[in-house]
């Protein structure tokens, strides 16, 4: 690990690297590329200056969908004068099939971080603990220090602290000395969520203009049709929320089925992962519909005000016209609208509609699995036939 003099003061400069893949990562290598600094200076012992440099890139794939943070972390470091470096990730990872937080290796003094593992909440938070731990790790094994152990005050509560539930096991990976893993209920709850918020669902509403018109069409139509007011009038509030369940059920499943969204088990995905895929694509869709729904309800209740003069409704309804009835209207209105919005997201793009539905890192890892899952029944199908043309020279 490098040292710098600073002139005339005789401290250190030690500088850290932080990865990030683009997205939601760089936005908290960002956060932490600010506050980092601070962190470091007040909770770690030594006449050291801190600096921290951040760079928006992705680290290739390995064939079987992992990331290694070694292999390529000498050289990197050498060519950007780092004396440490960490990596944050998108990708859900896992060990053993339990939740994956972090890979450290001293020797590289390299770490990674995969960011689903923080789950939902608090992710800038915990993300500055994590990264601040690792670092205190990689600096107390690299150099000599005056006092303490340079660690970051209260490291050593990482795992019960904001984590619980967490252990840090040996390296299971050749040159990472520790993992740390989520165990239980719990971790897997926090990784799944961590997924969904990592996906970001809500962009899905700007990504489907097509569908949006198509709904927004019919819905629109339920607006101006007096049928419709009767039809909402007659429906009991647990009717409607069926038929709102049904609607947004119907263009989840569509968008699944559509666009090819569901995982299905191999050698390549085991049983687990894919249900942990497929879960996290559910969730994922269902609050993206979810939001596409409200501004859908929104839209259509304040058409129904200004365009349905309650006199005449009153006089459709056969009772006094209320606040409710218009209420009704709209409900189902939008319900009508969003099985339109599935039929109407036919004419999206499939690469649009899962950019939208997956992370950048997780459209990759989804798309080597497959490429992974292609070469091995290429391979298989070899071996049939290889064992077919021995069988008939016998």
């Not at 290739?60 to 004396?83: C, Q």
Request: charged share 25%; net charge negative; hydrophobic share 40%.
């Amino acid at each position: 690990m490098s040292e710098r003099d600073e002139a005339g003061s005789g401290s250190r400069t030690l500088v850290v690297g932080l990865i990030a893949d683009p997205g939601r990562a760089a936005e908290i290598a960002a956060y932490l590329g600010e506050h980092l600094p601070d962190d470091l200076r007040k909770n770690l012992t030594g006449e050291v200056t801190w600096r921290v440099e951040v760079r928006v890139t992705t680290l290739p794939l390995t064939e079987d969908g992992r990331i290694s943070v070694v292999d390529d972390a000498e050289r990197r470091m050498k060519n950007e004068d780092w004396d440490m470096m960490v990596y944050l990730t998108e990708l859900p990872r896992r060990l053993d099939f339990r939740p994956h937080v972090f890979d450290l290796s001293l020797s590289k003094s390299a770490a990674l971080v995969s960011l689903p593992a923080l789950g939902w909440m608090r992710t800038h938070t915990r993300a500055r603990k994590t990264v601040g731990y690792l670092i205190g790790r990689m600096s107390a094994h690299g150099l000599e220090w005056d006092g303490d152990d340079p660690r970051i005050a209260g490291s050593r509560d990482l795992t019960t602290e904001f984590l619980a539930g967490a252990r840090e096991i040996d390296g299971q990976e050749e040159g990472v000395h520790t993992q740390l893993v989520l165990n239980g209920l719990r971790g897997k709850t926090r990784l799944l969520l961590g997924m969904i918020r990592t996906n970001r669902p809500w962009r899905l509403v700007p990504s489907m203009s097509t569908a949006i018109a198509a709904a927004v069409g019919i819905a629109a139509f339920g607006v101006f049709y007096s049928t419709i007011w009767e039809m909402g009038a007659a429906l009991s509030p647990l009717r409607l929320v069926l038929v709102s369940v049904l609607a947004v059920s119907a263009m989840v499943t569509w968008l699944i089925v559509r666009n090819s969204l569901w995982t299905r088990a191999s050698q390549a995905t085991p049983q687990r992962e894919e249900v942990l895929y497929n879960v996290s694509t559910i969730v994922t869709l269902v609050i993206g519909v979810a939001f596409m729904y409200g501004i859908l309800f929104t839209l259509m209740l304040v058409s129904a005000l200004v365009v349905i003069d309650p006199g005449f409704l009153e006089s459709t309804l056969g009772h006094p016209a209320s606040f409710t009835d218009y209420v009704t209207i709209a409900w189902l209105a939008s319900s009508m609208g969003t099985v339109a919005g599935a039929i109407g997201s036919s004419l999206e793009s499939e690469d649009a509609v899962k950019q939208a539905a997956y992370s950048k890192r997780q459209q990759e890892h989804l798309a080597q699995r497959k490429r992974q899952d292609r070469r091995e029944r290429e391979e298989e199908q070899e071996r049939e036939e290889r064992q077919h043309e021995r069988e008939r020279e016998d």
